[in-house]
């Protein structure tokens, strides 16, 4: 008899290899860019509750249309709205505590550095599958994406609230386009294709609402194409010159609507220039012009500053006393002129030969990117760290296909090495460690950050020379409380720069915290005449004429204060005082009022307001105002929350007056105030025997208070019990 056979189906089944395969794309493409969102985060996790520093405050804290602003309504018409837009959205969610700012500038920049990893690892994939860069994509990709996340050059580009929310979404919308039009040619079908190109147009067209440095994205998209999607086949290159005319006509058009073409033509025939920054004197004289030839002629040695930084990462600062160059044969500018030159001539040398393709790109990212920045555009900022933000990463690129070149060295000379270590994964591990020695070095610069004196000493410490380093760090010290040295760095910035006010108005504080006001009114006139526009320094002027009981001329000079700022809530605040003094409590109040609706709409400003009103029984005004200082942070000032209580009692609201004194009675149980407040609320709802309770325990405390006695014997009384409440009478 013959054997029956098994029938076997013929399903597919996954092989080994592809399960393989499966497992190393995931480790590729997810496990680094986890690993570095992880470690970044917890590397910049201690900066969130920095306080601001700088530009930061003015900017933000300082700035009071932040309160109302709606930058979405002019996103067609005015460049950096978004910016804007994110500040009008941390400022609702915590007002001007610094925390939301910095979540949301540590996720642009995990997000530009995720994007950055999928765009090397997309433009290395189109190159030849024997090539090095093709065969260790995800590993350059890992290495590039690290570096550019945590080297401690980038710290500033973080931690520079207002600035790192502008270059670090202008960055990220920048790769996010390339990334997005790189993909569109790894694409097979043709909508995708299309809808990815059309994608980035969107992307790149949304970022004129951040940094004008965006400018060069059209340059960079042809550089991404020339030396990875065409891999320098002029054949491929031109079939897609139509699609990029197309897109720069369109990003022109777009850019002369945000910018002017007026603004476009001095530039180019260099007739644009401008002024010196109070405090930051780059030409001979304070009021010299900064043009377009002096300022290109200085940039040589801030470019290869900005290209030396990222290898020798040593004497970091956020402000340099750098000054302009004097000629272009000066030695500050010949030089850097010379090395330069070297770089540039090789560039062009190894893209026309065809040779150290990578080189060539990186390069000539770094230096199309920091062309708007460095060149003949004059700013009164000759050097900032974080405008090398986006220009990086080409010497990112660079640096991290060095390091691939060395672990694969190592590799194939280490005999002795475990198997594992040959793979990408053992490689992820040894990447990890060392992107974490990185992040230690991010984390250390990253701590200049954390107070205004430490930020600023470091910068006094770096740049000797700048007047506005010795001013800012006299009000660090003389907040807190080092009047001495806050004298001496205000003195010191006097003398840089004769023309300076601020250094003359802050002087004029710390003298008048030391009780010597003549000196301090010296200081304030001394500044109000350098610059007659100075509000800070008439709202100062003003208070120390209160004290010395000249109100007609102190109300003279607040009013000058807020004619030149006319939401300035510090001036109406004085002018209040000024009232009060006056022993016209109705005029205090209506300045005191105008002060919480400018920039005084602080704890501070409304606990006053809530003060004087409940003594002018404006009871409906005293709650609004107790209520608007608990939503600005009093919540967790017990006497602002007792106060409301009595402004609701005042206003015979019984019942909300009784749940404020039980949440207080909770917080402090022996507390006798509360208690007897508390008492009141529920005597005045006839809740007598609640009532009686309550003041019984008042008489029981250590703190007790005699008329608790009284208000028994009230109670006793409203219940009937006569002879009960003679009782108490007699104990008191």
Request: glycine share 4%; hydrophobic share 45%.
């Amino acid at each position: 008899m013959a054997k029956k056979r098994a029938f076997v189906a013929d399903i597919p089944r996954e092989t080994s290899n592809q399960t393989n395969l499966k497992t190393s794309s995931f480790w590729e493409k997810v496990i680094p860019p986890a690993i570095l969102t992880i470690i970044t985060t917890l590397f910049y996790y201690p900066s969130l509750w920095y306080p601001f520093q700088f530009d930061d405050l003015a900017n933000i804290s300082k700035k009071f249309s932040i309160r109302f602003d709606n930058p979405l309504s002019r996103w067609y018409k005015s460049p950096r709205w978004m910016g804007d837009y994110l500040n009008r959205i941390n400022y609702e969610m915590t007002g001007f505590n610094p925390i939301s700012y910095r979540i949301f500038n540590l996720a642009i920049h995990i997000l530009a550095g995720i994007a950055l990893f999928y765009l090397i690892m997309s433009l290395c994939k189109f190159l030849e599958k024997k090539s090095f860069l093709n065969k260790n994509a995800s590993l350059i990709a890992f290495i590039t994406s690290a570096l550019f996340l945590l080297h401690p050059v980038q710290t500033q580009a973080v931690s520079y609230t207002i600035q790192a929310r502008l270059e670090g979404l202008g960055t990220l919308f920048v790769i996010t386009g390339l990334l997005l039009f790189t993909r569109a040619f790894h694409a097979k079908d043709i909508l995708v294709k299309v809808g990815l190109i059309i994608a980035s147009s969107a992307i790149a067209l949304l970022s004129f609402g951040t940094k004008e440095m965006i400018i060069v994205t059209p340059f960079l998209l042809l550089l991404v194409d020339w030396f990875f999607i065409s891999n320098q086949n002029w054949k491929s290159f031109k079939t897609r010159v139509p699609l990029y005319a197309g897109f720069t006509f369109v990003f022109a058009i777009v850019l002369f609507r945000y910018l002017s073409f007026d603004l476009f033509k001095r530039v180019v025939t260099l007739q644009l220039t401008t002024g010196n920054n109070r405090g930051n004197i780059l030409t001979p004289h304070a009021h010299d012009l900064i043009t377009a030839g002096s300022f290109l002629t200085s940039s040589f040695k801030v470019i290869l500053h900005y290209i030396t930084m990222y290898l020798w990462p040593f004497n970091l600062s956020v402000e340099y006393d750098w000054k302009l160059s004097e000629s272009f044969f000066s030695a500050d500018a010949f030089l850097p002129f010379v090395a330069l030159a070297t770089i540039y001539i090789s560039t062009i040398y190894f893209a026309i030969k065809k040779k150290l393709g990578y080189l060539a790109f990186g390069l000539l990212w770094f230096l199309i990117s920091i062309a708007p920045r460095s060149t003949i555009i004059p700013s009164p900022e000759l050097i900032c760290d974080y405008k090398a933000y986006l220009a990086s990463i080409g010497l990112m690129f660079i640096f991290a296909i060095a390091i691939a070149h060395a672990i694969k060295y190592l590799q194939s000379n280490i005999k002795q090495l475990p198997n594992f270590f040959k793979q990408f994964q053992g490689q992820t591990v040894v990447i990890s460690l060392l992107v974490i020695c990185l992040g230690t070095t991010a984390y250390f610069r990253n701590l200049t950050w954390e107070t205004p004196v430490t930020f600023w000493e470091d910068i006094v410490q770096k740049a000797p020379q700048k007047a506005r380093g010795h001013n800012n760090l006299g009000v660090a010290l003389s907040e807190s409380n080092q009047l001495d040295r806050a004298i001496e760095h205000y003195k010191k910035a006097i003398d840089l720069d004769k023309f300076y006010s601020d250094p003359w108005s802050n002087v004029a504080v710390a003298f008048s915290l030391k009780g010597e006001n003549e000196k301090a009114i010296a200081a304030l006139q001394k500044a109000i005449y350098i610059f007659p526009y100075y509000a800070e320094a008439y709202n100062n002027l003003g208070t120390l004429l209160i004290k010395q009981k000249k109100y007609d001329q102190a109300e003279t000079t607040l009013k000058n204060a807020i004619s030149l700022r006319p939401y300035y809530g510090k001036a109406y605040h004085n002018l209040g005082r000024l009232y009060l003094e006056k022993k016209d409590e109705n005029k205090a109040w209506e300045y005191f009022e105008k002060s919480t609706q400018g920039d005084l709409d602080t704890v501070e400003g409304f606990y006053t307001l809530g003060q004087l009103s409940l003594q002018l029984k404006k009871y409906d005004k005293a709650i609004q105002a107790y209520e608007n200082s608990i939503k600005k942070g009093g919540g967790k000032h017990p006497m602002i929350i007792f106060n409301l209580a009595n402004a609701y009692f005042l206003n015979k609201e019984y019942t909300k007056a009784e749940n404020i004194y039980n949440q207080l009675i909770n917080l402090n149980p022996t507390e006798p105030k509360y208690i007897f407040n508390l008492g009141e609320a529920l005597f005045s709802q006839e809740k007598y025997e609640q009532a009686e309770a309550n003041f019984k325990k008042v008489t029981s405390l250590p703190n007790s208070m005699p008329q608790a006695y009284v208000r028994i014997s009230d109670c006793l009384e409203k219940l009937k019990k006569y002879d009960e409440s003679k009782v108490y009478l007699n104990k008191l």
